[in-house]
């Protein structure tokens, strides 16, 4: 009989995100779902919450004079740790959560930036009909910015204080869109986990030159 290749390949590691504060969060109950779902497709699944990330408002002289708080490090050496990332956030006032974009712009300080290269799906879940789903598109743009791979499909689920029932989103249809975009999202990580696309250096500002503000250029990567 033909041996399985893949029978003893490593499972894809997960970090599943629920990045909301409070705690009968509507978001960590998605985050949780995701959790079950891509735990049942084979991934080894880290589940975090924002309160493993406690970081002060960014300041650049705290920055200075203390470094990066323990909380910024936890969410670099998880990222590391996993091959690939779910963020499930709440949506204040048609945009991300503040807290959520702290946290982000703290762990964006390391280098090698932890963000760049790595796949990411967004998830978000809110009393309202939109779903924050705004929330989503807002906080697209600091990840890709960072260099993350953020897949084109998101799930917004709307009227979640309804729509989740024992854990689990009650309409057939909605349930399956769900799986369906967890599914597809963990097909394309594990592909990248063995043929990764082409590594660039990742440079914060686009147009600057290599040779000015070194700290913000990642080193070219060897082959
Ligand atoms: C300051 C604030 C602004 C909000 N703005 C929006 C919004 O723009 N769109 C929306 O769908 N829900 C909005 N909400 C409702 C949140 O989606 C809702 O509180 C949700 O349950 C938060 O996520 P969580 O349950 O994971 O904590 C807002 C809530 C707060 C406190």
């Not at 599943?16 to 705690?23: G, I, N």
């Not at 009968?24 to 919450?49: I, M, P, Q, Y």
Request: aromatic share 8%.
């Amino acid at each position: 009989m033909k041996e399985n290749p893949s029978a003893a390949a490593p499972t894809l590691k997960l970090l599943v995100f629920a990045a909301s504060l409070r705690k009968e969060s509507l978001n960590r109950k998605l985050a949780t779902l995701a959790a079950r779902v891509a735990a049942e497709h084979g991934a080894t699944v880290d589940l975090a919450s924002m309160n493993d990330f406690a970081v002060p408002s960014y300041d650049g002289d705290v920055e200075a004079g203390q470094g990066i708080p323990p909380g910024a490090h936890e969410l670099q050496r998880r990222l590391k740790d996993n091959d690939a990332f779910i963020v499930c956030a709440p949506e204040y006032n048609a945009s991300m959560s503040g807290a959520l974009k702290n946290l982000i712009d703290w762990t964006s300080r390391f280098r090698p930036q932890p963000f760049d290269g790595r796949h990411g799906l967004l998830l978000s879940a809110s009393p309202s009909l939109i779903g924050g789903n705004r929330g989503l598109w807002a906080l697209r743009m600091p990840f890709e910015h960072l260099g993350a791979r953020i897949f084109p499909d998101m799930f917004s689920l709307a009227m979640a204080h309804k729509a989740l029932v024992d854990g689990d989103i009650s309409d057939p249809a909605l349930r399956s869109r769900f799986k369906a975009t967890l599914q597809a999202f963990l097909s394309l990580a594990e592909a990248a986990k063995h043929y990764p696309c082409i590594k660039r250096a990742w440079v914060e500002f686009l147009g600057e030159p290599p040779g000015v503000g070194e700290d913000r250029v990642d080193p070219v990567p060897s082959a």
